[in-house]
């Protein structure tokens, strides 16, 4: 059955620093109807992901587009065809989509993936799909971690990062995550696998990471930057990689982060320790490396070597108050919305 009533969460100012309630306005407009060669999508599941608060920007990062004010926020979805003027889909197939913050949307089909039938649809925007993907292409193609070599990630519990270091685990490396507070890095320890895990939050993070990494840290997947890369940086050994895929803690900066200018003293280090510093646009590597990707989390899953974890909050209303907790680092493992029960 379709409803009459679209109901979309637009942009409604654009924040400096963190967002909050206000930044998002919950809307209802008619449901489009399909035009010839279109289809029409019923939104199941909303992927929240860090990046979407760089496209409330003006400036949007170079691989994705600025949402406009009054426009519905742009997001990746797990949808279900309503209804098909589309030759190549049929009324209840599942695709991955990029329907955004809203309960319906049309496509021409070009940005649609079919999913095969799966349990947990979900899983298709996580731990089977784009972040858990980034975490792999990013922690192998680049970190390239070797049996007993360190390995650090931060946002150890959150959707990239708990797959990092479990995929690490599964390469034969030593683990140490950070987390933000005492919950998340005993999740990260007992129920991941990691070796150990440090809270962000703690004043004297340098000191532990340091006694955490005796034999200093070969790679480190960077996917928060700010005051976890200072403690981090000292401790990087020869050689060591350093895939870069996010940087959180500065998503949400009005302006440069105060203090001297520390680029040279960076490159410095670089260059006498041979660091390979790389980064990452996972939308650069599905034709590639999707399907080995999917070969093996698949294989491992099922070998109880990963276990996938997601952070499920209820109804597309829901999703601002949500979003702001994940900047604030209250998700555990990768957060979608239900949008519909
Ligand atoms: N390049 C790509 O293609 C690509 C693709 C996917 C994701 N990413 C990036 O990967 C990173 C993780 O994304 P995700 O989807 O896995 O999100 P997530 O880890 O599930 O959630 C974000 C987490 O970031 C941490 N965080 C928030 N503010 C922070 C700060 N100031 N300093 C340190 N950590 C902070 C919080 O965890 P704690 O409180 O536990 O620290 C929070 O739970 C983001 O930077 C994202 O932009 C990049």
């Avoid at 059955?1 to 100012?13: G, H, K, P, Q, S």
């Avoid at 109807?33 to 003006?58: C, F, H, I, K």
């Avoid at 840290?217 to 060591?240: R, T």
Wanted: aromatic letters at 6%; hydrophobic letters at 45%.
């Amino acid at each position: 059955m379709i409803d009459t009533v679209n109901r979309r969460i637009v942009l409604a100012e654009r924040p400096q620093g963190l967002p909050t309630a206000k930044h998002f306005r919950l809307e209802e407009a008619a449901v489009p109807r399909p035009a010839d060669g279109q289809v029409l999508l019923r939104t199941l599941y909303l992927s929240l992901d860090p990046y979407m608060r760089q496209l409330m920007d003006e400036t949007a990062p170079v691989y994705a587009a600025s949402v406009g004010l009054g426009q519905p926020m742009a997001g990746g979805t797990v949808s279900r065809v309503a209804a098909t003027k589309h030759p190549g889909f049929r009324v209840g197939d599942l695709v991955l989509a990029r329907a955004g913050w809203q309960d319906y949307a049309v496509s021409n089909g070009d940005d649609l993936t079919p999913i095969p039938p799966m349990e947990r649809p979900s899983l298709a925007l996580g731990g089977l799909g784009m972040t858990a993907f980034t975490a792999y292409v990013g922690l192998l193609d680049i970190g390239q971690p070797k049996p007993g070599e360190t390995v650090v990630v931060a946002a150890a519990a959150g959707a990239v990062g708990a797959m990092v270091g479990q995929i690490a685990k599964v390469k034969g490396a030593r683990v140490v995550g950070i987390a933000g507070g005492a919950e998340k890095c005993r999740f990260a320890v007992e129920e991941l696998g990691f070796d150990a895990c440090l809270d962000r939050h703690d004043t004297r993070l340098a000191g532990h990471l340091d006694a955490a990494c005796p034999d200093g840290v070969d790679v480190y997947f960077e996917n928060v930057g700010g005051p976890v890369f200072d403690a981090v940086f000292p401790l990087l050994n020869i050689g060591a990689r350093i895939p870069v895929v996010g940087t959180i803690a500065h998503y949400n900066d009005a302006a440069p982060p105060p203090g001297p200018d520390r680029l040279p003293q960076v490159m410095t280090m670089v260059l006498q320790k041979r660091l390979r510093v790389q980064g990452l646009v996972i939308l650069d590597h599905y034709e590639d490396r999707f399907e080995a990707f999917r070969r093996d989390m698949q294989s491992w899953v099922a070998d109880g070597r990963i276990k996938l974890t997601e952070d499920v909050v209820d109804g597309l209303q829901n999703a601002p108050l949500a979003f702001i907790g994940l900047l604030e680092g209250r998700n555990l493992g990768k957060l979608v919305v239900r949008v519909l029960p």
